[in-house]
């Protein structure tokens, strides 16, 4: 079928919405009308630095309605509400002890441009165009396996839930999944965006006593504030590490690194009080540490987190349920944009003006 899709030429074009041919839905595969779909950071990675083949239709924030189901589907019917998160094989050991995110063809089937069985499903003439995360969501309609499609509570706006599939969940899973911070424990996040102000909700939820934010934007600062952080620090005008001591009186039991810059990696490991944990959840450079002062000395530890080691289908229904709940106001994070505005809302991302772009498709 014809569908309007953002196709990414080559490295760093920006985004052309065009007409472009979309294949039914293969075995264990769905269709879905798309809704509407988040703009995430990853993307932006994606366009310029080339880390998937062009040329490309992006975007893996996706929510939408099932249209269409392939052969031997189960578990999903047409009209259901869904949310799409990334692809994962469903059979290797790491996603069959429910963690996903490590899965063994995680990037195969994330960024090598095709889908399970290596065939395309997005073609512009007689050119196949490359798949994004398994969904291709800057588009009208996508298909995706149906074990990337989350069924999700149809009496919340679709329009808001893309977001869960991608960096929502990772701040939030971060803390709830990874980190699991005792009550009463102290967690610092570096880098207030959406992934770093769900991670603020998520702490909230699981009752740290000390909740701080730091970012360079005081709009973002505020903002953390008004969802659940008991302190906030701009980085430009303060010095992040001495404050964390300061108002954990020596170190925070845990920290959550969003921000990818070298300098803030290693400052969220050396404002630790002795056997904290920080997080890294940002795509992040090469970074110099030095293994005993940072590391070992004082039993402090640093683990890289995927897509907040969830588990899609468990995880976000319990984000919705909590939002209903008022617990987790994601909502205070979106602001929607026009297709046609797709290239204004990846610059407004990255100047910090918008928490989260999302696209209204239909």
Known sequence: MQIQAAVTAEQGSDFQWQSVELAEPALGEVRVRIVATGVCHTDAVARDLGIAPFPIVLGHEGAGVVEALGEGVT????????????????????????????????????????????????????????????????????????????????????????????????????????????????????????????AIMAARIAGCHQIIAVDVHDSRLELARELGATHAINGENEDALERVREITGGGSNFALE??????????????????????IVGVTPEVTLDVHQDLMAEGKSMIGVIEGDSVPRVFIPQLVAYFKEGRFPFDRLVRFYAPEQINQAFEDSANGITVKPVLRIG
């Open 258 to 279: 969003t921000t990818g810059v070298p300098m803030v990696v290693r400052q969220s490991l050396q404002a630790l009080r002795p056997l904290g944990v920080s997080a």
């Open 75 to 198: 578990g999903l019917e047409v009209g259901d509400h869904v949310v799409l998160s990334f692809a994962h094989c469903g059979s290797c050991g790491h996603c069959l002890t429910g963690h996903p995110t490590v899965c063994d063809t995680f990037n195969d089937l994330n960024f090598g441009g095709a889908m399970d069985d290596g065939s395309h499903r997005i073609a512009r003439g007689d050119e196949a165009l490359a798949t994004f995360f398994g969904q291709s969501s800057f588009a009208s309609h996508a298909v995706v396996n149906a074990r990337n499609a989350v069924k999700v509570d149809p009496d919340v706006d679709l329009a808001l839930l893309g977001p869960l599939g991608c960096g929502i969940q990772t701040g939030a899973g971060t803390v709830l999944n990874r980190l699991k911070p005792e009550f009463g424990s102290s967690l610092v996040v570096y880098g207030c965006g959406a992934v770093g102000l769900s």
